[in-house]
């Protein structure tokens, strides 16, 4: 089965300050891993994933087989990445998403 | 390039009734998508329809069903509604294969 954790609900950090948002993931094969992102009164949107290797608005994540883990982070926080941030899992092939509950990020100034 | 739409915003039902959610694909995308997401947590996958035929359906019970048209439009039914029906659903589109889902601004039930 596939299962994606994102261990905390809310984690608010100041402006400036690094983030790190975790995500743990369960699956036996080669999984793909996205990081979406819902902005104050938006749809759900797709920050980066992870085999595209890019750096989305200054976000980077890594996807470590052995940890099982894609955490998402970014050196300098801005009040613009306050937002609900998704850690999903499509299986090998599929397109199907397993979402993560979930972590709200405030950045304060 | 028109995005993903979803109608209605709102929507207000009785347990037992039915309802229809609309979504409408982002243009050239032949794959949509549905998602349930309940307060407070992540949103959970109940089907995929490509070129009409569903692909792919999560743990949801068969009075959760839907279509797809010619036009690669999209409907989700669902039959004698449930309190926990209560929810967003969440529509996106893609192109078949490992591409990215778009997701449309969602459709709130309520289920009183």
């Known amino acids: 089965a596939q299962r994606v954790t994102q261990p905390e609900k809310l984690l608010s950090v100041f402006k400036g300050a690094p983030v790190e948002l975790k995500c743990n993931y369960s699956?036996?094969?080669?999984?793909?891993l996205f990081w979406y992102v819902q902005y104050s009164r938006q749809r759900l949107q797709l920050l980066l994933r992870h085999i595209s290797r890019e750096s989305i608005k200054g976000f980077t994540a890594d996807l470590n087989k052995g940890e099982t883990s894609f955490h998402l982070k970014k050196p300098f926080a801005q009040e613009e990445d306050s937002a609900m941030y998704y850690c999903a899992l499509s299986a090998q092939g599929a397109q199907k998403l397993v979402f993560g509950q979930g972590t709200r990020l405030t950045i304060n100034p | 390039e028109t995005g993903v739409t979803q109608s209605p915003t709102h929507l207000i039902k009785t347990r037992g009734q039915q309802v229809t959610l609309r979504c409408s694909s982002q243009s050239g995308h032949n794959t949509v998508s549905w998602y349930q997401q309940a307060l407070g947590q992540g949103p959970q996958f109940i089907f995929q329809y490509y070129r009409e035929e569903e692909n792919g359906r999560g743990n949801f019970p068969p009075r959760f069903s839907g279509l797809q048209f010619p036009n690669y439009s999209s409907e989700l039914n669902v039959n004698a509604l449930e309190l926990d029906d209560s929810a967003l659903y969440l529509c996106a589109s893609s192109l078949a294969g490992p591409d990215t889902q778009y997701f449309g601004p969602g459709t709130r039930l309520t289920v009183l």
């Open positions: 699956y036996s094969g080669s999984p793909e």
